[in-house]
């Protein structure tokens, strides 16, 4: 089963890695990386999975410098700190996830990313806690960053 993070997310949820397992890096979270996961999932996760009663798991949590380096993401990314996730809802539109996030939860920054709206299951939410949070919504294309989520 693994270590419990909270109710319904593990760590090994938080930290699993294809590209990681695929070229052998190393992608532990030391402990102060696992408390802000725990945070994470306390404040984020847990009620995302309340409101929503669907099972998910994030498609990316946690990722060493190595690793994230490896992906191309900024060195400023906020998953090398395990302060935030990238998740998807089955079934879900992830404009009505960003919209309910941004409406009912405190977080760091939230961000819609790679969506359209010709395609409600297009990408994916991204969004973070850290305790002292900005509450910044922002939309990214894969090319051109825009404030809020339209």
Same mark, same amino acid.
């Given at each position: 089963? &693994? *270590?419990?993070?909270?109710e319904?997310?593990?760590? %090994? ?6 590209? /990681?397992?695929r070229? &052998?890096?190393? @992608?532990?979270?030391?402990? +102060?990386? =696992? &408390?802000n ?5 306390s404040?984020?996760?847990?009620? *995302?999975?309340?409101?929503f009663g669907v ?12 690793? !994230? !380096?490896?992906?191309g993401?900024?060195?400023e ?6 302060? /935030? /996730? ?7 539109? !992830?404009?009505?996830? /960003? %919209?309910?996030?941004?409406? @009912?939860l405190?977080?760091?920054?939230l +961000?819609?990313?790679?969506?359209? %709206?010709?395609?409600? %299951?297009?990408g994916? *939410?991204? +969004?973070?806690? =850290?305790g002292? #949070?900005?509450?910044? +919504?922002?939309?990214f #294309?894969?090319e051109t960053w ?5």
């Amino acid at each position: 089963m &693994g *270590v419990r993070l909270s109710e319904h997310f593990t760590l %090994s949820e938080l930290t699993k890695s294809s590209t /990681a397992l695929r070229r &052998g890096i190393p @992608n532990e979270p030391g402990i +102060v990386e =696992v &408390g802000n996961l725990k945070e994470l999932c306390s404040a984020i996760l847990e009620p *995302v999975r309340a409101a929503f009663g669907v099972p998910f798991s994030p498609s990316s949590g946690y990722r060493s410098l190595i690793l !994230n !380096n490896e992906i191309g993401s900024s060195p400023e990314s906020q998953h090398i700190r395990g302060e /935030a /996730a990238d998740i998807e809802i089955p079934g879900v539109p !992830n404009f009505e996830l /960003a %919209s309910w996030i941004s409406d @009912n939860l405190e977080f760091d920054q939230l +961000v819609l990313e790679h969506y359209s %709206s010709d395609d409600p %299951s297009s990408g994916w *939410v991204h +969004v973070s806690y =850290v305790g002292k #949070n900005r509450g910044e +919504v922002l939309r990214f #294309n894969g090319e051109t960053w825009g404030l809020g989520l339209t």
